[in-house]
């Protein structure tokens, strides 16, 4: 055994031999092969960097004072030259930069003064400050003294995220006049300003009473009434990222008291817009579950109502907003009657089916289902497709949503399709 396996050692080395080129004198075969060459970023990848201060300009990377070929005033945006990409990333890192300026490309010292990554936009500005708020000397340099909550004129900003690091909010900085301390810098988080907001797709829902604010997290109201569970038209949304949790979502709404500021319930996540207002009673004849928000998943344990009426204050595609016990909840009817469907007649036509007896036209786009609802296939590998023809279906139903199904006959039996 011994023998064997030191001839079976010496085969292997001679194999690995051979495949590395491993002997006296040589080396692998990558030993020699040239570094590959560093992709560059392109002029547009890269960001300004405003200099607060005076900075020497030099003629090279050591920055030494023989190299100093001239210098910027104070307040001047510059673009970064071109590096290698995948230094981006630790570009805010960097102490001596290349730029572009007037003399071409030249080098600064970061260490020689204030500055701040991004281009200075020069632009008044009134900012109504709603809190107590941080003067600074410099971007990043906090002072001893701050601003009682007040109306300011800015006149110059620069945003105050760096580029190419994850930033989860839309701050800057903001160059006042202030008439005991001269020209100083805010970087206000609380300021009405900010909530300008953006525009929304459309209707919100009101699930729950919901306290009004005069501002984003601010304290509420306790002296205005609270908005009770409705379909509501914002006039503006506000959101704030955070890096490790939700993002908070704000609402904008005409009150009779003026304009206020609704939080959003967590559960609706980035937001549902686009709601219709609606005052209607709807009937369902199916036990069906409700569910705090639309597009919920149905899950095999959700507890299911017995049949009833419901008021609907609100629809959005297949979804239903109804009142129960005060608080807007969501039912999909389209769903839940569609699942219910079992093929015999005498039960189905309770549920809306009615027999049918003209032609449609079926394609290859026409997708099947077993039961009347987009995706209910019990078996994804019986998914058909189907040549133009004509054919005749059996029964025909319209679901809540206002969909037309059709039944047909297939080679391996009865199938829905939706309205060609």
């Known amino acids: 055994m011994k023998n064997k396996w030191h001839t079976q050692g010496a085969a292997a080395l001679l194999t690995l031999a051979v495949l590395f080129g491993a002997g006296a004198g040589s080396s692998p075969?990558?030993?020699?092969?040239?570094?590959?060459?560093?992709?560059?970023?392109?002029?547009?990848?890269?960001?300004?960097?405003?200099?607060?201060?005076?900075?020497t300009l030099y003629s090279g990377p050591e920055t030494r004072?023989?190299?100093?070929?001239?210098?910027?005033?104070?307040?001047?945006?510059?673009?970064?030259?071109?590096?290698?990409?995948?230094?981006?990333?630790?570009?805010?890192?960097?102490?001596?930069?290349?730029?572009?300026?007037?003399?071409?490309?030249?080098?600064v010292n970061l260490k020689e003064g204030a500055y701040q990554f991004n281009k200075l936009e020069a632009k008044e500005e009134t900012l109504n400050l709603l809190q107590e708020t941080v003067l600074f000397d410099a971007p990043g340099k906090p002072s001893p003294y701050?601003?009682?909550?007040?109306?300011?004129?800015?006149?110059?900003?620069i945003i105050a995220c760096e580029p190419y690091t994850p930033c989860y909010n839309s701050d800057s900085y903001y160059l006042i006049h202030t008439s005991w301390l001269g020209d100083m810098w805010i970087k206000p988080f609380h300021y009405a300003e900010k909530y300008r907001g953006v525009e929304t797709l459309g209707a919100i829902p009101v699930s729950r009473e919901t306290p009004v604010y005069l501002y984003p997290y601010e304290q509420p109201l306790e002296n205005e009434p609270k908005i009770q569970p409705q379909v509501v038209m914002p006039l503006a949304k506000y959101m704030q990222y955070a890096r490790m949790a939700p993002a908070a979502v704000w609402y904008k709404i005409d009150t009779p008291l003026g304009e206020r500021w609704i939080a959003q319930?967590?559960?609706?996540?980035?937001?549902?817009?686009?709601?219709?207002?609606?005052?209607?009673?709807?009937?369902?004849?199916?036990?069906?579950?409700?569910?705090?928000?639309?597009?919920?998943?149905?899950?095999?344990?959700?507890?299911?109502?017995?049949?009833?009426?419901?008021?609907?204050?609100?629809?959005?595609r297949d979804w239903v907003?109804?009142?129960?016990?005060?608080?807007?909840?969501?039912?999909?009817?389209?769903?839940?009657?569609a699942y219910s469907i079992t093929g015999d007649m005498d039960h189905d036509r309770e549920l809306g089916v009615k027999e049918y007896t003209q032609p449609i036209e079926i394609s290859e786009s026409t997708i099947t289902t077993d039961y009347p609802y987009p995706g209910a296939v019990k078996n994804p590998q019986e998914i058909l497709v189907f040549t133009r023809q004509q054919v005749t279906p059996e029964r025909v139903w319209d679901s809540p949503g206002g969909t037309r199904?059709?039944?047909?006959?297939?080679?391996?039996?009865?199938?829905?399709v939706m309205n060609p």
């Open 321 to 337: 907003m109804v009142l129960v016990n005060g608080e807007g909840r969501w039912v999909n009817p389209s769903a839940e009657i």
């Open 29 to 55: 075969a990558w030993a020699d092969s040239p570094p590959s060459e560093a992709v560059m970023a392109t002029p547009e990848q890269m960001p300004y960097v405003t200099l607060v201060d005076s900075f």
């Open 146 to 157: 701050s601003l009682a909550p007040q109306q300011v004129q800015a006149v110059a900003s």
């Open 405 to 416: 199904w059709y039944y047909i006959s297939t080679w391996i039996g009865h199938k829905w």
């Open 265 to 316: 319930d967590s559960r609706y996540g980035l937001g549902v817009e686009g709601v219709e207002k609606v005052s209607e009673t709807l009937h369902i004849p199916v036990p069906f579950r409700l569910q705090d928000t639309p597009y919920s998943a149905f899950r095999p344990d959700d507890q299911k109502e017995p049949p009833q009426e419901l008021q609907a204050i609100g629809k959005h």
């Open 65 to 107: 004072p023989d190299q100093a070929v001239g210098a910027l005033s104070p307040l001047q945006s510059v673009k970064l030259a071109p590096i290698e990409r995948d230094k981006l990333l630790s570009l805010s890192a960097m102490v001596k930069v290349e730029v572009d300026t007037w003399l071409g490309p030249v080098w």
